[in-house]
């Protein structure tokens, strides 16, 4: 039988895993031929998300993620990276959906394949901070509306704002 972590060290363990995606944003270099560009903004903490995707075959071929923010506010959109791509948008919706219902219910029990944003299920017990991890995703399903929609709009950016 597998030898459970005692809570302060997992508490300990997560916080780093936040700290070194905040330090070593994923897929950071943007995408110069992106299908579509995304920006976020939450005017109450200043973060900002801005999101490049390319899709094939009614997937999210790849995606990079930049701006400024707080640590949970990068770690967040970091690991959404690392999470949906290659994955069917119709996947995507329905982790992003997962997601958000984490963030806003910090009873509900984690599906396993959020995979590391578990790390950042404590957030969820800080309304003020929850719109810091979920602006990358409410950026993404703009982004995804973006296309649906059939590209780029005039100026070549979605805003979405918090």
């Known amino acids: 039988m597998p030898q459970s972590i005692p809570e302060p ?6 916080r780093e895993l ?13 995408l110069s031929d992106a ?27 790849d995606l990079s993620f ?24 119709e996947d995507v919706r329905r982790l992003s959906e997962q997601f958000n219902k984490m963030m806003t219910d910090p009873d509900n029990e984690v599906p396993e394949e959020l995979g590391d944003l578990e790390a950042l299920q404590g957030v969820a017990k800080f309304p003020v901070r929850v719109k810091c991890a979920t602006l990358a995703w409410h950026t993404l399903e703009d982004g995804f509306k973006q296309r649906d929609e059939g590209g780029l709009p005039p100026g070549g950016v979605v805003r979405h704002e918090e």
Not at 18 to 30: G, M
Request: with cysteine.
């Open 9 to 14: 060290e997992f508490d300990e363990l997560y």
């Open 18 to 30: 936040i700290l070194d995606h905040y330090r070593n944003p994923r897929h950071s270099e943007p």
């Open 35 to 61: 299908d579509v560009v995304a920006e976020g903004y939450n005017p109450l903490c200043g973060d900002e998300v801005e999101l490049r995707l390319n899709f094939e075959n009614g997937s999210v071929s």
């Open 66 to 89: 930049g701006g400024r923010g707080c640590s949970i506010s990068r770690a967040s959109g970091s690991m959404m990276t690392d999470l949906v791509i290659g994955k069917p948008i």
